[in-house]
């Protein structure tokens, strides 16, 4: 059966209001005459129903004259079982939490923008970097060893040819006055009593002190570094051959000379997070005016909804959290978010990482959802993958990242270069190192792994992040960075830590431009 066949089916039935169940999708793309089946289908379902099940198809195929409609709307393969097969569109039908009086989901009314590409020789996603079942670490020493010894690998690779580096072992053993470079880990900064600044870099062979002097105009990059990234420098051996002065400090970046691609027909997607249904403070109507102008022919042109984490509010992730909660239970409360996320149109794409409020592990990377969230997430039949994930859409690679090293960026640099006003500010450090947490043992949590799932190896054409809970978006070096704020008005929580939230926008980019608008809904 050709993937073409069902896409179109699957569109043309979304764009009737309805959603099919996959064997029901099967069934009607095998039929002699697709369309003819849709039609005499959709003629002879019972009202109100907003799920074509196979049993409908069936009965439509086993008539004697096709085009006669089937009695009583029976099923007459004389089995009362319902088939248990999620949906092509939204999953599998609940009630819906977020309907007034009983109304119908926005969802099942199909999308009214109406032009969407359902065609998968049109669209295009690809997912790299999901380690969703293949973490491996265990905590053991060697464990530790393995991630380190990766980063310095990886992001090293791209630094030995700017530098003519040697091993810290090596550097011991030169004689006074040379000409040296080295490419480490930060194992140490610190001040000197007159000002300056020591810097111990380690590579696999041991370690090595370098001077940077307060009054060399590279010297205030030292407040941009953290302990754990990659850096190489160039300097002087003193005449003991204790110590090296820098000349030069090279981070692995993101080159000058990069050029994003972008796709070959105007195609959007939108770029939301920390949605933290359960709370309280959700602000469900922002959402539900967010469905609702997905649907519109303004909104025709998006077909990738992105989501960087935090889809539910969680249990216990705060002090008194609980007196902040709509819904208490876990399970409920992605219950809730399932429902939310059947408000959009059938046909739009979605991509979904877990963030530190999510019911998985805190540290990171962190797999996605186990089999029994992502049965409950079944609306749209969603991707959902590990933080970080990158999301290939019409090749303009995305780069998912939840944020939570964000905190410590903004908290260990300077605020002129970091705060929480201009989050896409501190994303720019991060693509500089060239990791989305270098920081080992600080504020966010990192669980260490075979390899290091947090390098940033290739350059994305965009690094999406939330968590912080404010808009920002700009470009480095031709990187379109955005923080997507959020759909959570400020809790008491918030309100202690002095956060203020940027709450119900939903930030549109053109993949042909990569220009950006953003719609407020709040």
């Known amino acids: 059966m050709p993937l073409e066949a069902s896409a179109r089916i699957v569109s043309e039935l979304t764009s009737r209001g309805y959603n099919a169940e996959r064997e029901a999708v099967t069934k009607l793309a095998a039929a002699d005459d697709p369309q003819a089946t849709v039609e005499r289908v959709v003629d002879d379902l019972p009202p109100g129903t907003l799920v074509v099940r196979t049993d409908h198809v069936e009965t439509v195929l086993s008539s004697s004259d096709p085009g006669e409609k089937p009695r009583d709307g029976g099923d007459v393969s004389g089995s009362d079982e319902t088939t248990t097969d999620p949906s092509v569109s939204t999953g599998d039908h609940r009630p819906d939490p977020t309907a007034v009086d009983g109304a119908v989901p926005v969802e099942t009314k199909g999308s009214s923008a109406g032009g969407r590409s359902s065609d998968p020789a049109v669209r295009s996603l690809e997912i790299d970097g999901d380690m969703t079942g293949d973490s491996t670490g265990t905590g053991e020493y060697d464990d530790f060893v393995a991630v380190f010894r990766d980063r310095l690998e990886t992001l090293g690779g791209k630094l030995r040819g700017r530098v003519n580096h040697r091993p810290a072992t090596a550097i011991q053993n030169m004689p006074g006055g040379g000409e040296v470079g080295m490419v480490g880990l930060v194992n140490d900064i610190r001040s000197t009593a007159s000002g300056h600044w020591l810097i111990e870099l380690e590579d696999a062979t041991g370690t090595f002190p370098w001077l940077v002097m307060k009054d060399r105009e590279y010297a205030d990059l030292v407040e941009e570094l953290l302990c754990d990234e990659v850096l190489a420098m160039e300097g002087t051996l003193s005449d003991d051959a204790g110590i090296a002065f820098v000349d030069s400090m090279y981070f692995p970046d993101v080159p000058r000379t990069h050029e994003p691609s972008t796709a070959d027909r105007h195609v959007q997607a939108a770029l939301i997070s920390d949605v933290h249904v359960g709370s309280q403070e959700f602000m469900h109507d922002a959402w539900n005016r967010f469905a609702d102008w997905l649907h519109t022919p303004e909104a025709q042109h998006v077909e990738y909804l992105l989501i960087a984490g935090d889809m539910v509010e969680g249990v216990g992730v705060y002090p008194n959290q609980d007196e902040e909660l709509d819904v208490v239970d876990i399970y409920e409360q992605y219950e809730v978010f399932n429902e939310y996320l059947k408000q959009v149109p ?135 960075a955005i923080n997507s704020g959020c759909w959570q008005s400020q809790t008491d929580f918030q309100k202690s830590v002095n956060i203020d939230p940027d709450a119900g926008y939903a930030p549109i980019v053109d993949l042909d431009t990569l220009d950006v608008t953003v719609q407020k809904f709040s």
């Open 346 to 480: 059938g046909d739009i794409e979605i991509v979904m990482i877990p963030g530190n409020h999510d019911a998985v592990r805190l540290a990171e990377p962190q797999p996605g959802f186990d089999e029994d969230l992502r049965e409950i997430m079944s609306a749209h039949d969603s991707r959902i993958v590990s933080n970080p994930s990158t999301v290939t859409l019409e090749g303009v690679s995305v780069l998912m990242y939840h944020g939570v090293s964000l905190d410590e960026v903004i908290a260990e640099l300077p605020e002129e270069k970091a705060s929480y006003d201009d989050p896409h500010k501190a994303m720019y450090h991060l693509l500089k190192k060239r990791h989305v947490a270098p920081q080992f043992g600080g504020h966010t949590r990192l669980a260490p792994e075979e390899e290091d799932f947090l390098i940033m190896e290739e350059v994305p054409d965009i690094f999406h992040t939330g968590h912080v809970h404010k808009l920002g978006f700009g470009k480095y070096h031709n990187v379109l």
